[in-house]
C-alpha cells in the first residue's frame, strides 16, 4: 500500500503527510465492517483518498463532508473549484464506491445524522469556533477523533485539543506529526 500511498503524495495536493497518510489508511482499514467513517474538510481528496482506501479493506463508507467555502488560509486559497480536484482524484484512485461526498457544512449535515461513526477525522476550518463545533457536534457519535493540524500552528486547533485533553473524556493514543488520535475514556 505504502506505493499507491507515495502516487497519493505526488499527484493530489494537500497538507497531509505521508506518515499521517498511513496512519489514516490503517486505522481506516481497521474499523468494523460496515462502519461509518466521517472527514470534515476533504480539500482536494488527500487524506479521503487515503481514508477510502482503508475502507475498502474493512468493507466501510467514508463519509467526506466538505461545502469548498471559498476563503484564503495560511496561503493557500480555497474554494469550489477544489471540488472538481478532489473528484478527479477519487476517480483516479477508484475509491468513489466506498465515498458519499456531502457539499454542505459540517453543521447541516450533523443535523440529519443519526448513526455512529467508527472513525471521525476533522480537518475543516481551524479558527478556534469553527473546529470546537465540529468536535462537539460530531464526536457525540465517535469513540475515536483524530484531529488534524495539532502541532500547535493552528491556535484554535491547539486550543480545543488543549481544551479536550483537560476535559478527562479524552485521552490521546498516538500523534504522527500534526495529528493527534484521540479515544474516548469510557466507550459510548
Not at 475509491?95 to 475543516?124: C, H, Q, Y
Request: hydrophobic share 45%.
Amino acid at each position: 500500500m505504502s506505493d499507491v500511498l507515495l502516487d497519493i503524495m505526488a499527484k493530489v495536493e494537500g497538507h497531509i503527510s505521508f506518515d499521517e497518510l498511513e496512519c489514516l489508511f490503517a486505522l481506516a482499514s481497521e474499523v468494523p465492517e460496515g462502519s461509518n467513517i466521517v472527514e470534515i474538510g476533504s480539500y482536494k481528496a488527500r487524506s479521503t483518498s487515503s481514508l477510502a482506501l482503508g475502507a475498502k479493506e474493512s468493507k466501510s463508507t467514508v463519509w467526506a463532508i466538505d461545502h469548498h467555502p471559498t476563503y484564503e488560509a495560511g496561503g493557500t486559497q480555497y474554494s469550489m473549484a477544489d471540488n472538481q480536484a478532489y473528484y478527479a482524484s477519487l476517480a483516479l484512485y477508484e475509491v468513489g464506491d466506498v465515498v458519499r461526498t456531502i457539499n454542505v457544512p459540517s453543521e447541516m449535515m450533523w443535523k440529519i445524522w443519526v448513526d455512529d461513526i467508527a472513525l471521525l477525522f476533522i480537518d475543516g476550518l481551524h479558527e478556534y469556533e469553527a473546529v470546537h463545533k465540529d468536535f462537539c457536534l460530531w464526536s457525540m457519535f465517535a469513540d475515536t477523533v483524530l484531529l488534524h493540524d495539532t502541532a500547535g500552528y493552528h491556535e484554535g486547533v491547539t486550543q480545543l485539543l488543549n481544551e479536550v485533553l483537560a476535559e478527562g473524556e479524552w485521552i490521546t493514543t498516538k500523534v504522527v506529526d500534526s495529528m493527534t488520535v484521540l479515544k474516548r475514556v469510557q466507550p459510548k
